[in-house]
């Protein structure tokens, strides 16, 4: 699971977890967390989702960070986007209006490029990775950000034993260890997803729970 490995797949254009419509708990469960409009989100592992798009018409500044710059093009082509581009050290910057995009590696983000972020929604980021790097990939996350804010999550839970990812299963135990210090843990949804996902069933799951957590921050 290293760099190489998410580029070759945007390379072949395997890039299933693209959703090609809005991502139907981000828009029943973001009202939840009650944040200003003009809150600025962060979108780790982004892709070239919709829910970038959807998070802008909330009135939402957003900052994602993509690896692949085929990814962040495909994106900004999709919606004909023109973005005034800027070398940050080792990322490369897009910007349109209140949208800006990284493209790089999610470990090379700096405190300054998340100053002011208010709120995370993260779909494909945590079960992006394997283990060890999900301990990094809190630690790194907690680093960056300016204060504990709060953070709409997504997650899917089978036998890892039947699948080997990505996507990954993270059980609510290790969400604990990995971010409890800080927020409270708070179940949203519990979705049998596996009816859903006939891609799975082949790959051998005989069951796939997808959950949504509102992680607040504690006082």
């Known amino acids: 699971m290293d760099t190489q490995f998410w580029l070759d797949r945007w390379d ?3 890039t299933g977890w693209h959703l ?16 200003a409009h003009e809150t600025r989100v962060f979108v780790p592992l982004c892709g070239k989702t919709l829910d970038l798009v959807w998070l802008v018409s909330r009135g939402h500044r957003v900052v994602g960070v993509e690896l692949s710059r085929l990814g962040i093009e495909a994106f900004l082509a999709e919606h004909r986007l023109e973005p005034r581009i800027t070398e940050q050290g080792a990322l490369r910057r897009y910007q349109v ?7 790089g590696d999610f470990f090379d983000l700096r405190p300054e490029h998340l100053d002011d972020v208010g709120a995370v929604f993260d779909r494909a980021a945590l079960i ?3 283990p060890t790097m999900r301990v990094r990939y809190a630690e790194h996350l907690r680093a960056i950000l300016p204060r504990p804010v709060d953070r ?4 899917l839970d089978y036998d890892q034993a039947q699948m080997s990812g990505p996507p990954f299963s993270v059980q ?3 969400i604990e260890r990995l ?9 949203l949804a ?3 997803a596996l009816a859903e996902s006939p891609n799975f069933r082949q790959r051998g799951l005989t069951a796939l729970a997808e959950r949504v957590h509102w992680l607040r921050p504690r006082a």
């Not at 709409?152 to 997650?155: A, E, N, V």
């Open 172 to 174: 609510p135990p290790e």
């Open 179 to 187: 971010f409890g210090a800080d927020h409270h843990i708070e179940p």
């Open 128 to 130: 992006a990775l394997p």
């Open 152 to 155: 709409l999550l997504i997650t």
């Open 97 to 103: 209006d209140e949208l800006v995009l990284f493209q």
């Open 190 to 192: 519990e979705i049998d």
């Open 12 to 14: 072949r254009r395997e």
């Open 20 to 35: 090609g419509e809005i991502n139907s708990h981000l828009q029943e469960h973001w009202p939840k967390l009650g944040l």
